[in-house]
């Protein structure tokens, strides 16, 4: 396997370890909020702030832990430098899409859907030294995707579900 470039099997297997992951990471934190029975629309405070982790799981040097792991790093797609935090969590809200996701892998492995829009691409690891944390721009980044989160809650979810479950 080459060094200079990102396999299909890496990016795959990379994708897959971050999804069990985080998913773990979300359960774990949300474990509480469901050992006591907390329900909607309730459990929407504490989830948004915890799912938004998903979306800012790479905003630390343009590496997730399975990038760690794999030696990848996402960075701007013009530049080549380390991709900042924005950048990352544009990227990851295509993972909803993780089916899809997955299928543009299989024909380009540098650059999936959140890739093009977010102007980012997965390299082999480009910095081997311990990168500079842009601490403000990943808070400011985690912060704007809770308030994205709670307003595509409010704007749009909150209605169906106080609907179909009966909630005020």
Known sequence: MSTNEVTIPMRLLSMAVDHFVMSFL???IMFPVMIFGITLPYSIYVGIP??????????????????????????NYKTGLPAIPFQCMIRNLFCIFWFVEVIIILFNPGRRIGDF???????????????????????????????????????????L????????
């Open 117 to 159: 829009i977010a102007f980012t691409k997965v390299v082999p690891e480009v910095n081997k030294k311990p990168e500079k944390i842009h601490v403000s721009g990943i808070i400011f980044t985690y912060i704007f995707t809770c308030a994205v989160l709670y307003g595509v809650y409010f704007l749009f979810l909150d209605n």
């Open 161 to 168: 579900f106080s609907k179909y479950y009966g909630l005020l």
């Open 50 to 75: 915890v799912f938004a982790l998903y979306f800012c799981k790479d905003s630390f040097g343009g590496k997730s832990i399975a990038k760690r792991i794999f030696k990848l790093q996402v960075v």
């Open 26 to 28: 979300l359960l774990v």
